[in-house]
């Protein structure tokens, strides 16, 4: 499932940890910043001597052609999660294009393999069981960097065995065979993200998590920023706001 590949990879690649003496301002959501960064080393070595440099040799003698494909059949497994979350948070037009998407893409795809879904324009947005949580009222928790899968907020974490049951390949009973599956999905998204790590800029660790959260909250509230006080007619100025 493509979220556990993005949790593990997220996890992955927290490399460089910065010393107590480089880090940035603390930031409230991370309380368990010091046992959070031991962790995220711990990661970083795992990937630097291991995922990467398979993940490197994959992307060199696999097609791009190739890794797309094994990409959309992964995302295509993850449709079954986002139907299950859009059903529990109530969202029935989501779930109604992300079983259109898997119907589309298990058939006319050649089962995930292609995405034509995409091609005729039915996109829907990925939800999983920690962005059911919050729609349930549970709160955001804490920034919790886990061994191996990474970086999360709390509640997203205890989502994760909900979302395991929502994946096809826990249910495949040969063990050879569902583990060559996580592995290679692991690999290929690892793969194609290795262009991307030039964009970190700063404290590494600061970095993702930071962005981790941006990008979580936008997810969890479904694109919605928030009113822009600036924008509404109602905003009212104070004389002492121009004052020197």
């Known amino acids: 499932m493509k979220a556990i590949a993005v949790a593990v990879t997220a996890g992955l690649m927290l490399g460089g940890c910065a010393s107590q003496s480089q880090q940035t301002t603390a930031n409230p959501a991370d309380p368990w910043e010091p046992f959070n960064r ?14 990467k440099p398979v993940a490197q040799g994959y992307d060199t003698i696999t097609p791009d052609p190739v890794q797309t494909g094994v990409g959309n059949f992964f995302t295509n497994l993850g449709e079954i999660r986002t139907i299950t979350n859009s059903v529990l948070q109530w969202k029935w037009a989501n779930a109604g294009v992300a079983s259109k998407r898997f119907l589309i893409n298990s058939t006319l795809g050649l089962g995930g393999l292609l995405d ?6 039915w996109t ?8 059911t949580l919050a729609t349930w009222g549970v709160g955001e928790g804490p920034f919790v960097v886990l061994p191996v899968f990474g970086g999360r907020t709390l509640r ?18 040969d063990n050879a065979v569902r583990y060559g599956a996580r592995g290679l999905e692991l690999v290929n998204y690892r793969a194609s993200v290795l262009d991307e790590e030039a964009l970190i800029r700063g404290d590494r660790y600061s970095f993702l998590r930071d962005t981790y959260l941006q ?14 006080p600036f924008a509404s007619d ?5 004389d002492s706001d121009f004052a020197e």
Do not use: I, K, S
Not at 158 to 171: K, L, R, S
């Open 124 to 131: 829907a947005r990925e939800e999983d069981f920690g962005q």
């Open 116 to 121: 034509p879904a995409t091609e005729l324009g």
């Open 234 to 238: 109602d905003f009212e100025f104070d």
């Open 156 to 173: 997203h974490a205890g989502g994760m065995p909900a979302d395991w049951y929502t994946d096809p390949m826990t249910y495949v009973e």
């Open 38 to 51: 031991r962790v995220f080393a711990f990661n970083d070595a795992l990937d630097r001597y291991a995922l």
């Open 215 to 228: 990008q979580r909250r936008y997810e969890v509230n479904d694109g919605e920023l928030g009113a822009d």
